[in-house]
């Protein structure tokens, strides 16, 4: 079996590529996707690093504070000809 080092130099991809082409979740299949190319599989914990990269944890937002709104006045003032009727 190839190695993965050689694998990934020769194909010029990382492993954080390599997991988001191939829609890969876990690091068992991983190891199950490189076996059946023939490949031996990164160790557990390059692959964590890269799944970090590949998917980072989405933060949540701190819920906005209510406050409340002013009515405001309308300051927009038309003249008297662009509100009469025309005949």
């Not at 190839?2 to 191939?22: L, P, T």
């Not at 709104?69 to 662009?82: D, E």
């Amino acid at each position: 079996m190839i190695d993965w080092e050689f694998y990934s130099k020769r194909r010029n991809i990382d492993v954080a590529k390599y997991i988001v082409i191939n829609d890969i979740e876990t690091y068992e299949n991983l190891t199950s996707f490189l076996a059946d190319k023939g490949v031996n599989p990164p160790e557990k914990g390059m692959f964590q690093s890269a799944y970090a990269v590949a998917f980072p944890p989405i933060a949540k937002q701190p819920p906005k504070k209510k406050t409340k709104t002013q009515a405001r006045k309308s300051t927009n003032k038309t003249s008297k000809s662009a509100t009469r009727k025309k005949k």
